[in-house]
């Protein structure tokens, strides 16, 4: 599936009829002070998570007897460096590009601190990568050290992030070149400078990760407008943000800024791409690149490259003689392996294989991709620690258990792995993601054991990746949870659990639009209408007897409540539980994905059977969303 050409068919993407090359003219910051258009080529990359093995998908695909279920190998990380490589050989003027979320995901990251990550990133020698929300987790000290085993090698890829100020309390106080976190850099690509800049998602870095307290976030418009003019100061007119806000959040901030180009971005995992990948199971979010215009009606081009290295983007950007963009065009390549097989029936024959060759070839986006052989032996190491621990069978799903954080069919529709078998389920649709729901089952029973827990309270963000139908390993455990979070018990009124509830909720209609602070619950059930003011969007609150049928959940009544500690802590929104202290706060101490584990190892029979809960066991009964 490889192109043959390096230059694009720019006439078909034009902006504006009529644009063309531009008069010379004398421009600062170019060699002679002469400027000429040019086309530069972003390949890119983001929230990867630790995802560095293969994984399965299951397509629609043509055999030859129609469309049907057909199951493949997608990304990894062997196979995200082939196509780097592959596809820079094809263009001139390169630049690579990731846009944050490099850690938490996969056991890869717990067991080696991001080592494993970094020396696979450096076989890329990315030109930059932006810090991500989840490059926090561990701390300010995270940061660092992760930049440490980074740059232990020949890239030194520079880390950028324009609204980070770090605090005194902080490693990266005060830190300069190159153990400095940049809020941009200046690259030279066929004799001209093109500045990009980072962008770290504010709120939810704050709130919803582990920064040290003494380390802030300000406004990304704010901050970005400022580098801008700085970078434009110095004579610099091609501008690429390499963001970390999110899709919608990018479509919002181009439309504030003077000056940018290019948003090359990450954060909410979406899928971009034709509508013709519908055909194949997967539904994007929007068209790949998005086009828009920034403040002054200006052409900006706005790409994602989906999650897990499952896609590598390819944008070509041509830019003319002034340094605006005249044309821009490319391909988000999802990445597969090429053995197929159909699912509980075996690998395809020869001819069937061929044929589905063919299908792909047709669709232009899903490309077959051998993994890097140098990548591949790197990584063995690695791969071998992590498969002894990993690959104790602890349970069987029988169904897929479907990934999605708020229910409906218009908010974070593009999140599950699996494709439409989960992005377009009527139940995930209805009440929201499966596996959300039996993670918030695992604490409420863990609860139970160790202090007669009432309810659970989880976050739909804090749990990862679906489990699919078949064996639950411990790996599969640490992925769907890889935080380092502890259960803790709250003593809370159900005047103070709703207000964290609607809290949490305010959180994903609010201006930050963070769909992780959707909140499941283990035996408390409601209706919610995001319709409705804050206070009033949920009702007919029922909470679940000790004989399995609910009542009314009382306002005035203290209940136990089993969370997690980064939710106790008022995080992702889930405001009104910090208030919640002292003798009313007792912390567990254990582990939450050994809790999730232990409830597995609990479950009845020697088989272990974990499938998705009744529907009368959804904490959301009813959804109805916003127009």
């Known amino acids: 599936m490889r192109r043959g050409v390096k230059t ?8 504006l009829a009529g644009c063309g090359d531009q008069p010379e003219q004398q421009v600062v910051g170019t060699p002679g002070g002469v400027a000429e258009p040019i086309e530069l080529t972003l390949l890119h990359l983001n929230d990867h998570h630790s995802h560095l093995d293969p994984e399965k998908i299951t397509l629609q695909l043509d055999a030859g007897r129609g469309r049907e279920a057909i199951t493949v190998e997608r990304g990894g990380f062997p196979r995200v460096v082939a196509a780097f490589k592959e596809l820079a050989r094809q263009s001139d003027q390169v630049i690579k590009i990731h846009s944050g979320d490099a850690s938490t995901g996969d056991l890869y990251s717990l ?5 494993a990550d970094a020396e696979l990133m450096n076989t890329i020698c990315f030109d930059t990568f932006t810090l991500g929300n989840h490059e926090f987790d561990n701390s300010d000290a995270g940061v660092k ?21 770090f605090g005194p309390s902080s490693p990266l106080y005060g830190a300069q070149a190159p153990e400095a976190i940049l809020p941009s850099v200046v690259l030279e690509r066929g004799g001209q400078k093109i500045g990009v800049i980072g962008l770290t998602v504010a709120s939810k870095t704050k709130h919803s990760s582990r920064p040290n307290a003494d380390t802030t976030f300000i406004d990304e418009a704010e901050a970005a407008q400022a580098e801008i003019d700085r970078l434009q100061a110095q004579g610099i007119n091609k501008i690429i943000l390499a963001t970390h806000i999110g899709y919608r959040a990018d479509q919002a901030l181009v439309k504030k800024l003077s000056g940018v180009d290019v948003v090359v971005g990450g954060d909410s995992h979406s899928l971009l791409g034709p509508e013709s990948l519908s055909a194949y199971g997967l539904s994007p979010e929007g068209p790949y690149p998005t086009r828009s215009t920034d403040k002054d009606g200006k052409p900006v081009c706005i790409v994602q490259a989906w999650q897990y290295g499952s896609v590598v983007g390819e944008l070509r950007v041509r830019f003319d003689a002034r340094g605006e963009v005249s044309a821009c065009a490319g391909t988000p390549w999802v990445l597969l392996g090429d053995q197929f097989s159909r699912p509980e029936q075996g690998p395809l024959t020869a001819a069937e294989t061929a044929a589905v060759r063919t299908d792909l070839a047709r669709g232009q986006v899903l490309r077959l991709t051998l993994p890097d052989p140098q990548a591949t032996a790197l990584l063995a190491p690695y791969k071998e620690q992590k498969e002894t621990m990993g690959n104790i069978v602890v349970a069987t799903a029988p169904d897929n258990l479907c990934l999605r954080r708020v229910p409906g069919s218009k908010r974070d529709t593009s999140r599950s792995s699996l494709g439409d078998v989960c992005n377009k389920s009527e139940r995930v649709n209805k009440h929201g993601g499966d596996i959300q729901q039996v993670v918030a089952e695992a604490f409420l029973q863990q609860g139970k054991t160790f202090f007669g827990a009432d309810l ?10 679906d489990l699919t139908k078949g064996p639950i390993t411990v790996k599969d455990v640490y ?14 009124t159900g005047q103070e659990i709703k207000n964290a509830l609607e809290d949490a909720i305010d959180g994903v209609v609010g201006p930050t639009n963070n769909t992780g602070c959707y909140p499941y619950t283990g035996g408390l059930r409601w209706r919610l209408d995001l319709n409705k003011p804050k206070g009033a969007r949920l009702s007919h609150l029922e909470i679940r007897t000790t004989a399995g049928g609910y009542q009314p959940f009382d306002l005035d009544r203290t209940y136990k409540v089993a969370t997690i500690s980064f939710l106790a802590d008022g995080n992702d929104s889930f405001t009104a539980l910090k208030q919640i202290t002292g003798e009313r706060r007792i912390d567990v101490g254990l582990d939450y994905a050994e809790a999730f584990l232990q409830y597995l190892k609990n479950l009845p029979g020697n088989n272990k059977v974990l499938a998705p809960l009744p529907l009368a066991d959804y904490s959301t009964q009813q959804f109805t969303d916003t127009p």
Do not use: E, W, Y
């Open 8 to 15: 694009m068919a720019f006439g078909l993407t034009l902006f």
């Open 145 to 165: 050290h992760f930049m440490d085993v980074l740059h232990d090698g020949t890239c030194a890829t520079p880390l950028l992030s324009a609204n980070v100020r």
């Open 479 to 492: 992925t769907v949870l890889p935080f380092n979070n502890t259960l803790v018990q709250l003593n809370a």
């Open 456 to 465: 659970s309270i989880q976050n739909g963000g804090g749990v990862r990746v």
């Open 111 to 115: 067991l080696n601190n991001g080592k």
